[in-house]
């Protein structure tokens, strides 16, 4: 089991478009190797979920080491699983977003650069 503890005042350094308990329970019956989520508490805020154990990538196949072969099919069937999902199944989007992949990439660059403006060495 994980447990997942957001750090008040730590820097958003990723863009999410919908909390993570809401996303785990809408891709769990459709997501056989996603974490399972078994509880979340709102105040205070944590939630805990399956842990899944495996080998990061960038270990078993670093900068310059070929991809074991059935990592390309692995991510292939995720995604397959993913796009199963019924629309109505997923938590709603924030007014204003769009499900428009340019403007999604757009606000995924903002995120991006905001992170590399606020890091960079003065």
Same mark, same amino acid.
């Given at each position: 089991?994980? %447990?997942? /503890? ?8 990723? @863009? ?7 996303? &785990?329970?809408? /891709?769990? +019956? ?11 508490? %709102? ?12 080998? &990061? @990538? ?23 699983? &993913?796009?199963? /999902?019924?629309?109505?199944?997923? +938590?709603? %989007? ?16 903002? %995120? ?11």
């Amino acid at each position: 089991m994980n %447990v997942r /503890i957001a750090v008040d005042g730590a820097d958003m350094m990723d @863009l999410r478009q919908w909390p993570e308990p809401a996303v &785990l329970m809408a /891709i769990e +019956p459709f997501v056989a190797s996603a974490p399972r989520l078994r509880w979340e508490s %709102v105040q205070p805020a944590y939630q805990i979920h399956d842990h899944i154990d495996g080998d &990061l @990538l960038d270990r078993i196949a670093p900068r310059g080491t070929a991809v074991p072969a059935h990592v390309p099919g692995d991510v292939a069937t995720m995604f397959a699983d &993913l796009r199963r /999902i019924p629309r109505e199944m997923l +938590p709603p %989007v924030e007014d204003g977003w769009s499900d428009d992949p340019a403007a999604f990439g757009r606000r995924l660059s903002a %995120v991006t650069a905001r992170v590399y403006r606020e890091s960079s060495p003065a």
